[in-house]
Each structure stands twice: as C-alpha cells, then as structure tokens.
C-alpha cells in the first residue's frame, strides 16, 4: 500500500467521530494535554477510559508523550500529536506546493522568491478577511481566531506580558514545510498583514517543537477579546 493510500485510510478511521477522532482534535486545537485535562474536555468520569484511549493512540504512532515537572510532586505525562497524526488533518495541495515551490526556486534568485512570498501573503491575508480600518489589536485577533477555525487550524492565544503569543498545534503546510523552510514565513507574514503588527516565528512543529508559535510584540496589550483562549 503506498503512502497516500495508507494515509487516506487512516484518516477515514481515525478522524471519524469517536473518542479517539476527539482525542486527537482536542490535542489539534489545544496542543499537549493531560489525562486529567483531556478527561474534562471530553466530559467524561472515567481516566481509564482516556487512557486506554491514548494507549491506543500511542500505539498507531499518532501521539507521543512528555514529561512536566513542577515542584517536587509526582510529574505530569503530556500527551500531543506525532508527526504521522499531523499528516492525518488536511494540508492543502501539498505535493502540488511543494513543486511549485521547488521551480519557483530554481528559476528565480533568493531576492525575487521572498518579493513572491510576499505577495502570497498577501492575497492569503485578504482571502481571510484582511484586516479592517479602525480595528483595535483585539478585534483583529478575534478575526484572526474566527478565521483559523475556519481553514481547519485553530489558533490559542495567550497574553504574555508585553507581547501576544499565538499557538498552531496543527500545520497546514506540515509536509511541504519539511523539505521548504521558505513557506513558513507565508504564514507568518500573513499574520502580521491580519494583525497589523509585527509578527516573530519562535517555534516550528517541523523542528521538534509541539506546536508553531508566532509573537506579536506590541508593549502592553489589554484584555483579549471572549473570542480568544487560554492555553489548558
């Protein structure tokens, strides 16, 4: 069975509706987790459930654990999406991009493929709403929020100090992202087009990391709007 072949069929069985199709969408949405966490976004009374669940999950390869330690108590076991349950959500003409990419790199210079970049941010940023005259930081990250859920990769954000820190726990370009480092800054750029502001790339998935993390520094922020969520 090729890959594509065997990654459809996982996707059909893991991503339809059940406890794992909801582990795995919960770890999406919020990144690393807890039993404990995860049993109360699920709503259910029962750890062992949960566990056996995430023992099942563990075991396909879809999701890999981490040790948190704070204090001197028992640590905490985090649990978040391998690399192969990344592959399982959708990626958006992946082999496609990743071509395009890959000829655009060869027949321009350093210099006229970042001007491209550029300008694809750009239209993606107006595909998305862009952003509107007059809208303060928070309206614009409620967009941003609202827009994300939208394209199937939600974003947590989370007010920290001075600067705002946005988390994707999911990468729409996850596969062409491995082989073309240049298509992380579309996003990034297109976060900054929506928001207004400057936007830092701190953390890549593709780099080992459980999630991608963009900064928005902007001195002291107020209160995020409803719409926005902190991390569990």
């Known amino acids: 069975?090729?890959?594509?072949?065997?990654?459809?069929?996982?996707?059909?069985?893991?991503?339809?509706?059940?406890?794992?199709?909801?582990?795995?969408?919960?770890?999406?949405?919020?990144?690393?987790?807890?039993?404990?966490?995860?049993?109360?976004?699920?709503?259910?009374?029962?750890?062992?459930a949960v566990r056996e669940q995430l023992t099942s999950l563990t075991a396909a390869g879809l999701v890999q654990t981490s040790t948190l330690r704070q204090g001197a108590g028992r640590p905490t076991h985090l649990y978040a999406l391998s690399s192969k349950a990344q592959a399982l959500f959708p990626q958006g003409y992946d082999v496609l991009l990743k071509l395009l990419l890959a000829e655009l790199a060869d027949r321009t210079s350093q210099e006229q493929l970042q001007a491209i970049l550029a300008g694809v941010s750009t239209r993606l940023a107006a595909h998305y709403g862009g952003q509107s005259a007059g809208q303060t930081l928070q309206e614009r990250l409620a967009q941003l929020a609202r827009m994300s859920d939208e394209r199937g990769t939600p974003i947590t954000i989370v007010e920290k100090g001075n600067a705002v820190v946005l988390h994707e726990y999911s990468c729409p370009y996850f596969n062409v992202a491995q082989d073309t480092p240049n298509v992380c800054e579309l996003e990034q750029q297109m976060l900054a087009q929506v928001l207004g502001r400057p936007v830092r790339l701190a953390k890549r998935i593709v780099d080992g990391h459980a999630g991608c993390e963009f900064v928005v520094d902007d001195g002291m922020v107020n209160q995020l709007s409803p719409t926005s969520n902190e991390a569990l």
């Not at 909801?22 to 709503?43: E, F």
């Open 1 to 48: 069975m090729d890959t594509a072949k065997r990654t459809s069929d996982d996707r059909l069985h893991y991503l339809q509706r059940g406890p794992a199709a909801d582990i795995l969408r919960l770890l999406q949405r919020h990144g690393p987790m807890s039993t404990k966490q995860l049993r109360v976004a699920l709503g259910v009374s029962s750890l062992n």
